[in-house]
């Protein structure tokens, strides 16, 4: 499979993917890294593991859907099979979602559907939560809120700042980024209507 992954940042999830694909038995690879910002590090990780690289910065476009429209254009030159979206800190338009409906997956550091949008880490720990984690999923157009494919769980300790608790979430997305884009190179994972379908079985 060729995977394009999107990125804004650090791109930890990139590099856990790109080491993934390290394997020889690994049944995919990625071939192209886009960001927004062109000063994100993921760049540089792909750029050090001879991944085409694309930066193209929203500042440029006037509209949301003028941008999308070029992001689009910039994927489908990649050909890919599936667009993993680490770190992309961009809202997509309906016309993107529905470019890529059923090969476009993105990972949010919650229990969806509980802490969708930002800062899920602090407002876990405000809201006094013992268990917290990470939610793969497919990519609908409402914001966070598609079909979960995979989650894992970390305790919430108490005394937890945001950058314990993102530590430990992080070490979660390394583990279960990999494993879900191997379950779609592997042609086992589909989504289905508002579904999404693992070796035929429905995940709730
Ligand atoms: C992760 O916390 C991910 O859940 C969220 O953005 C962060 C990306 O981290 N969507 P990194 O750039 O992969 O380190």
Excluded at 123 to 152: K, M, Y
Aim: aromatic letters at 6%; glycine letters at 8%.
């Amino acid at each position: 499979s060729r995977i394009v992954v999107l990125i804004s940042g650090s791109g930890t999830n990139l590099q856990a993917i790109i080491d993934a694909c390290d394997d020889k038995n690994y049944p995919g690879e990625v071939v192209g890294v886009l960001s927004n910002k062109e000063d994100a590090y993921g760049l540089t990780r792909a750029k050090d593991a001879n991944i085409a690289t694309v930066s193209l910065s929203h500042k440029a476009f006037t509209t949301r859907e003028d941008y999308d429209q070029a992001l689009i254009a910039k994927i489908d030159a990649f050909d890919a099979d599936l667009i993993v979206l680490a770190g992309f800190m961009r809202i997509l338009t309906p016309a993107f979602v529905q470019h890529f409906q059923g090969k476009l997956i993105n990972i949010h550091p919650s229990l969806l559907p509980k802490y969708q949008g930002l800062n899920t880490h602090q407002r876990a720990i405000d809201a006094g939560e013992t268990e917290h984690g990470v939610s793969v999923h497919f990519v609908t157009e409402e914001l966070d809120g598609g079909p979960v494919i995979l989650q894992a769980k970390v305790p919430v300790f108490d005394g937890d700042t945001v950058d314990d608790l993102s530590a430990r979430v992080h070490e979660q997305e390394h583990r279960i980024y990999p494993l879900v884009v191997k379950w779609f190179a592997e042609k086992r994972l589909t989504m289905q209507g508002d579904n999404a379908v693992l070796d035929g079985n429905v995940l709730a």
